[in-house]
């Protein structure tokens, strides 16, 4: 799948020019630490309390590599079963994913082959 080249509007109203923009998903059970890798990779920074997602959130991280600039639409996705027909609507258009699952908790990593 190619990635998406052009500009796009900021929330700020302006102009963010890039290269190339990829949608990416972070998937996984509930808990095992999607949002805080989120919140580590593209803000660099943590918090230890636990905020269960709900539904869908992102963030817009910009790398840059061999003077290209690359947009990351990053897409944190709730982990719950009950979310789970909400989230996979967002899977149309990803171009890669993030499967994650908790070291310390063996049925997370069972739990895997679900997603």
């Known amino acids: 799948m190619a ?4 500009t796009t509007q900021g929330k700020e109203g302006g102009d963010q020019n890039f290269d190339y923009m990829f949608k990416l998903l972070i998937i996984g059970n509930s808990s095992v630490g999607k949002t805080s890798f989120l919140f580590r990779y593209a ?11 709900v539904g869908i959130d992102f963030k817009v991280k910009t790398v840059y590599k061999n003077d290209k600039r690359i947009k990351l639409q990053i897409w944190d996705t ?18 890669g994913f993030i499967l994650m699952y908790d070291i310390t908790n063996e049925e997370s990593f069972h739990c895997v082959q679900d997603w």
């Open 3 to 6: 990635a998406t080249q052009g």
């Open 78 to 95: 709730a982990g719950q079963e009950r979310y789970r027909t909400i989230t996979t609507a967002y899977y149309r258009g990803a171009m």
């Open 43 to 53: 803000d660099d920074a943590f918090t230890s309390a636990f905020v269960s997602t």
